[in-house]
């Protein structure tokens, strides 16, 4: 799901500190919003923000230096109509960077117009990666999944099974032997590109890691700061299964690799069985290092058959 979409004050608000920006006109519906149709459809945060386009409508138009110096440089009549060209598209606002100053017939239709008119001193470039980058987070898909999402070995990788099997115990001694967590019980996935997941936890459980027996613990405060994170990408899932559901649904060595989709992004997956006497602590972190290797272009299992393979070849 996508967020509503954000008001033109809301984004000023954001902003204004890092940006120092003005607004200047538009100030009569200051809750003008992107376009819900646009936000649907866009593959990306480059599509709700750019240079000034006159064929992408319901987008940011910024306006630097280039832009300003084409509105201007030609007559009267020409300007009219290309300023007017900006209102048709019907940008939620306009921006003008680059220490430039609108010309007064852009300050006059966005008025008429009801868009608002953002000015900054900053350069065209930054506030279209401040904008890009803030609007990527801010409009991307989310779900929201049970388990323990951790840092790894510098890998993002969410802990799951079902209740009961001991995932929050097993983070714990993660944390204990070095790792990082990211968020307990509820992680908070956004799809912020075509290809990468990344996990938040929620504002309400920042830090907090609930263990069975013991409660609540505040991994930070017991831990320090080094034993928690803000966010991860999403590389692996290591699923717990009990011992018998392992040797009933999945195979001992599976041909191909183990994929789950989550927000149509298929992330590496391992399913490891719960069992008295197994240090699961040691084999989640043997994953993350096999997963690395794999991330590297090194497969072992596939080098195993080929290994196999050879050896056949010979005895033959």
Same mark, same amino acid.
């Given at each position: 799901?996508?967020?509503?979409?954000?008001?033109?004050?809301?984004?000023?608000?954001?902003?204004?500190?890092?940006?120092?920006?003005?607004?200047?006109?538009?100030?009569?519906? %200051?809750?003008?919003?992107?376009?819900?149709?646009?936000?649907?459809?866009?593959?990306?945060?480059?599509?709700?923000?750019?240079?000034?386009?006159?064929?992408? %409508?319901?987008?940011?138009?910024?306006?630097?230096?280039?832009?300003?110096?084409?509105?201007?440089?030609?007559?009267?009549?020409?300007?009219?109509?290309? $300023?007017?060209?900006?209102? #048709?598209?019907? %940008?939620?606002?306009?921006?003008?960077?680059?220490?430039?100053? /609108?010309?007064?017939?852009?300050?006059?239709?966005?008025?008429?117009?009801?868009?608002?008119?953002?000015?900054?001193?900053?350069?065209?470039?930054?506030?279209?990666?401040?904008?890009?980058?803030?609007?990527?987070?801010?409009?991307?898909? =989310?779900?929201?999944?049970?388990?323990?999402?951790?840092?790894?070995? +510098?890998?993002?990788?969410?802990? #799951?099974?079902?209740?009961?099997? +001991?995932?929050?115990?097993?983070?714990?001694?993660? $944390?204990?032997?070095?790792?990082?967590?990211?968020?307990?019980?509820?992680?908070?996935?956004?799809?912020?590109?075509?290809?990468?997941?990344?996990?938040?936890?929620?504002?309400?459980?920042?830090?907090?890691?609930?263990?069975?027996?013991?409660?609540?613990?505040?991994?930070?405060?017991?831990?320090?700061?080094?034993?928690?994170?803000?966010?991860? =990408?999403? &590389?692996?899932?290591?699923?717990?299964?009990?011992?018998?559901?392992?040797?009933?649904?999945?195979?001992?060595? /599976?041909?191909? /690799?183990?994929?789950?989709?989550?927000?149509?992004?298929?992330?590496?997956?391992?399913? $490891?069985?719960?069992?008295?006497?197994?240090?699961?602590?040691?084999?989640?972190?043997?994953?993350?290092?096999? #997963?690395?290797?794999?991330?590297?272009?090194?497969? #072992?299992?596939?080098?195993?058959?080929?290994?196999?393979?050879?050896?056949?070849? &010979?005895?033959?």
């Amino acid at each position: 799901m996508k967020p509503s979409v954000i008001s033109a004050e809301a984004l000023f608000e954001e902003h204004r500190p890092a940006l120092r920006w003005e607004w200047i006109a538009g100030h009569a519906h %200051p809750e003008r919003r992107f376009d819900e149709a646009a936000v649907r459809n866009a593959q990306s945060a480059a599509d709700l923000v750019g240079y000034l386009n006159y064929i992408h %409508p319901y987008r940011v138009q910024l306006v630097g230096r280039r832009e300003v110096a084409y509105l201007q440089d030609s007559s009267l009549e020409d300007q009219e109509r290309r $300023i007017q060209r900006i209102v #048709t598209l019907e %940008p939620p606002v306009v921006i003008v960077a680059d220490a430039q100053s /609108p010309p007064d017939r852009l300050v006059a239709l966005c008025d008429r117009a009801d868009i608002p008119l953002f000015v900054t001193d900053e350069s065209a470039g930054h506030v279209i990666d401040v904008m890009r980058g803030y609007l990527s987070q801010l409009f991307a898909e =989310r779900t929201t999944r049970h388990g323990v999402f951790m840092d790894i070995l +510098g890998v993002g990788v969410m802990l #799951t099974g079902e209740s009961g099997l +001991g995932k929050s115990e097993l983070g714990l001694e993660l $944390i204990s032997r070095g790792h990082g967590l990211v968020a307990d019980d509820a992680v908070d996935l956004y799809r912020i590109s075509q290809t990468a997941i990344e996990g938040r936890c929620p504002e309400l459980l920042l830090n907090l890691l609930e263990v069975r027996g013991i409660g609540l613990l505040d991994i930070k405060s017991i831990f320090g700061e080094t034993a928690v994170r803000r966010k991860m =990408r999403l &590389k692996l899932i290591v699923h717990l299964v009990r011992k018998e559901t392992l040797e009933r649904d999945f195979e001992r060595l /599976p041909y191909e /690799p183990l994929n789950e989709d989550i927000l149509n992004v298929p992330v590496r997956k391992v399913v $490891i069985a719960v069992d008295a006497g197994r240090n699961l602590a040691v084999l989640v972190e043997a994953a993350v290092r096999s #997963t690395i290797l794999q991330l590297r272009g090194i497969d #072992t299992y596939r080098e195993f058959i080929e290994r196999h393979q050879k050896a056949m070849q &010979k005895a033959g």
